[in-house]
């Protein structure tokens, strides 16, 4: 933990959610992490819902290509990534997903 961290050393991140919230709030809701430990940033993150992430992206006009992806545990889970410097915040996109099981096709079938 940040020792010495105040609420008002969170004002960027806390300031850019009033904003996206007046801005966007016809868009899905993300899980909203605000961290004394990076005090600059506000996380927007998406479970299971990567058509939510795909909708902020394109909202606050993040390129696809600018999108980082990869998996985790054990290749089961894909990982969206994106940010963008929104109100003086850094705005982090997360999405998470499951990757679809490959077909069984043959003998396995």
């Known amino acids: 933990m940040n020792e010495g961290v105040t ?13 996206l919230t007046a801005d966007f709030g016809h868009l899905s809701a993300p899980a909203v992490r605000v961290t004394p430990i990076y005090p ?3 996380e ?5 819902d990567l058509a939510g992430f795909e909708g ?3 909202a606050l006009g993040i390129a696809p290509d ?3 992806h990869g998996t985790q545990s054990d290749g089961r889970t894909r990982v969206l990534k994106a940010s ?3 109100a003086g ?8 997903g499951d990757v679809p099981a490959p077909a069984l096709t043959g003998a396995a079938a």
């Open 7 to 19: 609420l008002d050393d969170l004002a960027a991140p806390l300031r850019a959610l009033r904003l």
């Open 40 to 42: 600059e940033r506000l």
């Open 44 to 48: 927007l993150a998406f479970h299971d």
């Open 56 to 58: 902020w992206r394109d």
């Open 66 to 68: 600018a999108v980082t």
């Open 84 to 86: 963008i410097d929104y």
């Open 89 to 96: 915040a850094a705005v982090d996109l997360v999405g998470y």
